[in-house]
């Protein structure tokens, strides 16, 4: 059986131009209703081994507070477990090679709601994890607040596209479109069935 201790492990075997960078998995609760998922780490998160807690995270983290979802309910990750040099983007390769143990995750929490983070994890969550399909599907901008809902092994889920909260830092226009749209996650939380 799968566990998050079996997938670290298997990160940690993971010899590539990546790896180099310390892991950084998740933090959160393994019983969470939302999964936040973002792209890759940055420099704190790789100097912390933990996601978003540098100034994206410290964004994401009062946003929630508005929005009234606990941090402590959520589950949060990124599709790429390593730091990219420089803080660039993944590459098309590093989201493809990563992506399996993302999934892998998304079955060991299983749920209610997948909050995808910016563009790149919603292109592969949306395309159910196939990367050749991420250019069809459209960018952050025309998704974000929108439910859809996708099938990942069998068990349906409700995915929501948001901001990713760095966006908030740069353009603080977003602010109030990233707090609306994460109520509209915390609203769909409420909503028991998934179809």
Same mark, same amino acid.
């Given at each position: 059986?799968? $566990?998050? /201790? =079996?997938?670290?492990?298997?990160?940690?075997?993971?010899?590539?131009?990546?790896?180099?960078? &310390?892991?950084?998995?998740?933090?959160?609760?393994?019983? *969470?209703? %939302?999964?936040?998922?973002?792209?890759?780490?940055?420099?704190?998160?790789?100097?912390?081994?933990?996601?978003?807690?540098?100034?994206?995270?410290?964004?994401?983290?009062?946003?929630?507070?508005? *929005?009234?979802?606990?941090?402590?309910?959520?589950?949060?990750? &990124? %599709?790429?477990?390593?730091?990219? +040099?420089?803080?660039?983007? +993944?590459?098309?390769?590093?989201?493809?090679?990563? *992506?399996?143990?993302? =999934?892998?995750? %998304?079955?060991?929490?299983?749920?209610?709601?997948?909050?995808?983070?910016?563009?790149?994890?919603?292109?592969?969550?949306?395309?159910?994890?196939?990367?050749?399909?991420?250019?069809?599907?459209?960018?952050? $901008?025309?998704?974000?607040?929108?439910?859809?809902?996708?099938?990942?092994?069998?068990? &349906?889920?409700?995915?929501? +596209?948001?901001?990713?909260?760095? *966006?908030?830092?740069?353009?603080?226009?977003?602010?109030?479109?990233?707090?609306?749209?994460? /109520?509209?996650?915390?609203?769909?939380?409420?909503?028991?069935?998934?179809?």
């Amino acid at each position: 059986m799968d $566990s998050l /201790k =079996k997938i670290r492990e298997d990160l940690l075997k993971i010899n590539d131009d990546l790896s180099k960078a &310390n892991l950084v998995m998740s933090r959160g609760s393994e019983d *969470a209703k %939302i999964m936040f998922i973002g792209e890759a780490p940055g420099r704190e998160e790789d100097e912390q081994g933990l996601p978003f807690v540098g100034r994206a995270g410290k964004q994401l983290s009062l946003f929630l507070k508005k *929005a009234g979802i606990k941090e402590d309910d959520v589950y949060i990750t &990124n %599709i790429v477990k390593y730091r990219p +040099p420089n803080n660039r983007d +993944p590459t098309k390769q590093e989201i493809t090679r990563y *992506a399996p143990y993302l =999934k892998r995750q %998304i079955n060991i929490i299983k749920p209610d709601i997948i909050c995808t983070l910016g563009n790149h994890s919603t292109k592969i969550v949306l395309t159910n994890f196939v990367p050749e399909d991420i250019d069809k599907i459209k960018g952050i $901008s025309q998704l974000r607040g929108k439910v859809s809902y996708v099938k990942i092994d069998g068990f &349906n889920y409700k995915v929501i +596209p948001v901001y990713h909260p760095a *966006a908030t830092l740069y353009n603080r226009a977003l602010e109030s479109v990233f707090e609306n749209d994460l /109520k509209i996650v915390k609203e769909e939380l409420k909503q028991k069935s998934l179809f």
